[in-house]
């Protein structure tokens, strides 16, 4: 049986049929000389949760939305990065690579399977891109039941307090706000050698690829890359990351080590040290990527995928019309509590310098924000200790400090590791490989042993560290943790028995699954 699992939105379109870009009229906003109270530049996640938000205390808010098609000619609706190839997409497909392996190890749990199991791409394109579809809908539906105004249109700045907006056919539209939020996000960069804009996809391409990627290289070794390439290895496809330097910058490295021969261990393979110098299309259509060195240094692909970083979209907005100043290196802007130089300008989410680029990040300060600038709140944004986990076949979810900056901040004698591995049960009876299953924990020697990071290889990595960075903000110490009574058997109990100090020597492999 096939559902219709866009059906709900039939429903909805009929109910709104005259819901439109051009179905609400203007009214002076609340402070009465501008057509707003706040402007949101950008549909993402971290620009909604602010006007949503804004306009639960009654103020007047537009958001402006527009996706510039990528490279490839791609574009999404609304909903920013994150929903529509980002986050979403990702885990989607991350899921359908783990439930390819799950299929396999049911057998050894007694399910029988009948016939050969196989993988169809465009039916996972196809249900991926029809949730995003139904989650562009409802956002829209969101906005009209709060009566906030949406422009399809790129905002360019005329002044501190009007934008620009340009639509498709020309149409072009004059706002202007007593506040604006920029929240346009990044997107992604391409490296500088010949053939990589003519024949390379990004990320915004290939969560609606229609045609399977077959044999692919992923270009950077960040957790975008290494996600991409883990979900199609899980998906049946050849997968090789080409690295410049280091694998997963800014994370802990013990932790990127284990991640990385995991990776292989699956038959993910690694190019290190390489850095590509030209793409070419042959005759059979497949794509000849060559790389700097003299042996061994070209091989052929049939989808090269580049992952070398974001770039703000700040400079497309005309920042410098408004007086707004932006880093000199990321090109992002330079905030305080979310505020620009400008005052009545603020910036949430990736588009800000210096902060974590992660979707519920922006969405904590657009709605800290909108509080702080119409509800008379002081609460402003924590960014530290924020949690994270990059959907690797074998996921690492972390918190806090690495080992590494716990060193430099506080100096090796001042800190104690400790550290196990462990066996998950679900693990024993495929006989999977538990070698990388690993966990760390960061703290100050000193008495009760703050922590001061969290760091977990294995399975649902995401579910396992998100209680504990809500334990980290409460101010965790090590002592908490020998007191608390884990449930078993889980693999998240593990962080209750670790005992053994990195300083100390010791092996810290268990013997079974209960030692």
Known sequence: MR????????????????????????????????????LVLGGGSGGLACAKEATNFGKKVVV??????????????IGGTCVNVGCIPKKLMHQAALLGESIHEAQSYGWEIQGPISFNWSSLVEAVQNHIKSVNWVTRVQLRDKKIEYVNGHGVFEDNHTVLAKMKGGKEKRLTAKDIVIAVGGRPKYPNFPGCKEYCITSDDIFSLNSPPGDTLVIGAGYIGLECAGFLRGLGYQATVMVRSMILRGFDRDMVNLIQSEMEDKGVKFLIGKIPTSVKKQPNGKLLVEWNGVENNQAEFDTVLVATGRKPLSEELNPSLAGLQTHPESGKFVVNFEQTNVPNIYAVGDVIHGKPELTPVAIQAGKLLAARLYNGSKEQMDYDNIATTIFSPLEYGCVGLTEEEAIARYTEPKIEVYHAYYKPTEFFIPQKNVKHCYLKVITLVEAPQKVLGMHFIGPQAGEVIQGYAAAIKAGLTFEHLKDTVGIHPTISEEFTRVAITKRSGEDPTPQSCCS
């Open 64 to 77: 402006l939305d527009f996706v510039l098609p990528s490279q490839r000619g791609t574009t999404w609706g």
């Open 3 to 38: 559902f219709n699992i866009l059906s709900p939105i039939n429903i909805l379109q009929k109910k709104f049929i005259n819901f439109s870009k051009d179905s609400f009229k203007r009214t002076t906003s609340s402070c009465g000389q501008y057509d707003f109270d706040l």
